[in-house]
């Protein structure tokens, strides 16, 4: 089954509004982590925030935690062109060292 | 310091042809990730090594797929008498600690067609 699930599948906004992803799962987990993937290539990562954490920040980004919800949300402030790709999270499940379980992905599109 | 490297970027391999992925880490890192991905489809994990050592193969096809990461060179994806339901892009990721620890870095991807 999918751990992760995005929310919504496709955001299209104009440049210079906010973005927000949300992202659900279904086990415990060490930490969960956001990527960004550019059509046709790898995956960046973006941040990862610890089951012990609440809220991060890296520049533009924003990442909240509420495990007891067990949800995420990754927040893009004044949204540029360039941030116009697919942006998954991913979860290691407690008790698991190595695997991480991706969502499907949101897609944003980011009009200039 | 060099990123995770891949290769080959692209392959193409008719139907009961083997196909060989290779994945070369980030300099320092010890752990190895193989993922695939379908179309439009989020990343599937198939395998975790350390060096020399197979961890946790639970995304692993029981035929046809093996995979290692020997204590010089790269870690090899391989898969043997490849149908057109293995065309997709298999993408390899390290790591200095284990990733309930520690983020990922991946490479650039391996895509394959199987015609």
């Known amino acids: 089954s999918q751990q992760g699930e995005e929310d919504p599948q496709a955001l299209s906004i104009q440049e210079g509004e906010n973005a927000t992803m949300n992202c659900s799962y279904k086990t415990s987990i060490n930490n969960l982590q956001w990527y960004r993937q550019n059509s046709g290539r790898g995956l960046v990562h973006l941040i990862l925030?610890?089951?012990?954490?609440r809220e991060k920040h890296s520049g533009r980004l924003r990442v909240t935690l509420d495990t007891s919800k067990k949800s995420s949300s990754l927040l893009i402030t004044a949204s540029r062109a360039a941030d116009t790709a697919s942006y998954f999270c991913a979860t290691s499940p407690s008790g698991n060292t190595g695997k991480l379980i991706f969502g499907q992905g949101t897609t944003l599109q980011v009009k200039p | 310091n060099a990123g995770v490297m891949q290769n080959p970027r692209h392959l193409v391999r008719r139907r009961g042809q083997e196909a060989r992925l290779r994945c070369s880490p980030m300099k320092g890192h010890s752990h190895v990730y193989w993922y695939r991905q379908l179309p439009e489809e989020g990343l599937k994990f198939m395998v975790y090594?350390?060096?020399?050592?197979?961890?946790?193969e639970s995304g692993m096809p029981k035929e046809r797929f093996s995979a290692e990461f020997p204590k010089e060179g790269p870690s090899i994806l391989r898969i043997q008498q490849v149908v057109r339901g293995d065309s997709a892009a298999y993408f390899c990721a390290s790591s200095h600690l284990d990733t309930a620890n520690t983020e990922a870095f991946f490479g650039q991807g391996t895509r394959l067609t199987v015609v």
């Open positions: 925030i610890r089951s012990n954490e």
């Open positions: 090594l350390q060096k020399e050592n197979i961890i946790d």
